[in-house]
């Protein structure tokens, strides 16, 4: 029995250490692991179809190009479906272009020009109008100044041709203290101006009493000869539309510009001439835009390179500005207003966003800055940083400053006669752009194959059959 008991209890406490006894670990397992590898495919971008805007500028210079240029990268950078192409050409030659590039069928879209070409396109029927506005508008109308968007009114459509964007104002500059030296008065009147030529050349280390615009290549000769016929009542065309350039008043302008080539230096010449004599103390006048500030004070650029070393201590706080002359049957001022022309059969939205990018904010100071005197702004907002950009400001006197900031409201041109029509105001343009006073004034003053009469007539049949061209 005791037997009996002890196996039974033997079972039992093998039956209790079996069940407190740890499990036995479970077999390993094997677990595949399947790892789906996410490969990226680059998928060519579709290349952004870009507009092309072709800016033609009469802004050439190099430093000028290089400004336009940054600015038009600015302006890529903010629009990047447009490529802006900024394309120097020469002022002198604009008609021409346009004419050929119209004939290519492959006209810019945007036009940097002087107001004189507005009439003669918008005539021509090659300016859209309708984007000008549109430009205006966007920027503000009354934001610019009134006479600037008087000159670019198209008088049979009402609508603004082109965008003004800057200009300068023209005077005779004029050895102030030579003048007074030898008791001559300031260059206002045809007298003066007369009496200045012949006694000028001898003083001091004066050559010449000025240079002639006499170059039949250039413009220049126009811009200067055009203030000297309205300040003797000279105009191309009569209150009845009559062309009147074979008139008395006529005939005596152009005598007196062209017997001014007694004092002045031999050659043909233009503005690069004229502006380096006047430097180099080798003339006592010019006749020039205010873009001459800035070179009065530190010299300008030369052809070859390298400024001109100015020969006159202090040459700009001794120059006279005399912007208005007085002739004997009239008295005129003259200046030049640039405009933004945008040709039909451009991309208008693209060109529109160019062209005001181009008169906004800083961009528009930046263009102003290439040469502040003869960048006059044509938007009030703008003139106060105008004034800050150049230094130049400080070697001229209030009463020059004066003339040159509101020079838009009392400026004079052939083409802003109030009672010409459209037709007559295109012949204006026609006139100058095909250089025909300056033809004129080179054969009389230069080769002598003309006398003033024989000019003004050739003139006269010049212009009758522009303007019967213009009516068919």
């Not at 104002?169 to 030296?181: G, K, M």
Request: proline share 6%.
């Amino acid at each position: 029995m005791k037997r009996l008991l002890a196996l039974t209890s033997l079972v039992l406490l093998v039956a209790i250490l079996a069940a407190c006894a740890p499990a036995p670990a479970p077999e390993p397992q094997v677990v595949e692991k399947v790892v789906k590898e996410t490969v990226v495919v680059e998928v060519p971008a579709q290349p952004v179809k870009k507009t092309v805007v072709e800016f033609w500028t009469t802004d050439n210079e190099e430093d000028r190009v290089n400004t336009y240029e940054a600015i038009a990268g600015r302006f890529m950078a903010e629009n990047p479906d447009i490529d802006l192409r900024i394309i120097p050409i020469e002022e002198a030659g604009v008609s021409q272009r346009i004419a050929t590039a119209l004939a290519a069928n492959r006209p810019p879209d945007i036009v940097r020009m002087g107001v004189e070409r507005v009439a003669a396109f918008a005539a021509d029927g090659i300016l859209d109008e309708d984007a000008a506005e549109a430009v205006i508008k966007a920027l503000g109308e009354d934001d610019f100044r009134a006479g600037p968007l008087q000159m670019v009114t198209n008088p049979a459509t009402g609508k603004r041709a082109a965008v003004p964007f800057d200009g300068w104002v023209q005077a005779i500059w004029y050895r102030e203290d030579l003048f007074t030296q030898v008791g001559l008065k300031p260059p206002l009147s045809w007298d003066d101006i007369d009496a200045a030529c012949d006694k000028l050349p001898g003083t001091g280390n004066l050559i010449y009493g000025l240079v002639l615009a006499t170059d039949p290549g250039q413009n220049y000769p126009h811009q200067v000869f055009e203030q000297v016929a309205m300040s003797n009542n000279a105009w191309p065309f009569d209150q009845d539309g009559k062309v009147t350039m074979n008139t008395p008043e006529m005939v005596a302008a152009l005598k007196f510009y062209t017997d001014l080539q007694r004092c002045a230096m031999p050659g043909p010449q233009y503005w690069r001439g004229a502006r380096e004599a006047y430097e180099l103390d080798q003339s006592g006048m010019l006749f020039y835009s205010t873009y001459i500030m800035d070179d009065l004070v530190e010299g300008s650029g030369m052809e070859a390179g390298g400024n001109v070393q100015i020969a006159v201590p202090d040459l700009a706080k001794k120059t006279g500005f005399a912007s208005k002359m007085q002739g004997p049957n009239d008295s005129a001022t003259y200046g030049q207003l640039v405009t933004m022309g945008i040709m039909k059969g451009a991309d208008t939205a693209a060109a529109q966003k160019v062209v005001q990018y181009f008169l906004t904010g800083q961009d528009y100071q930046d263009v102003l800055k290439l040469a502040p005197f003869g960048k006059v702004p044509v938007l009030k907002s703008a003139v106060d940083g105008w004034k800050d950009l150049s230094p130049f400001f400080a070697n001229y006197s209030a009463e020059t400053l004066n003339q040159i900031a509101n020079g838009y409201e009392s400026m004079q041109r052939w083409l802003f006669r109030p009672d010409y029509d459209t037709t007559e105001r295109a012949v204006v343009g026609d006139i100058e752009g095909r250089l025909l006073i300056s033809q004129a004034i080179s054969n009389i003053a230069l080769e002598g194959s003309m006398t003033p009469e024989t000019a003004a007539q050739w003139l006269q049949e010049q212009v009758e059959a522009m303007l019967a061209d213009r009516k068919k």
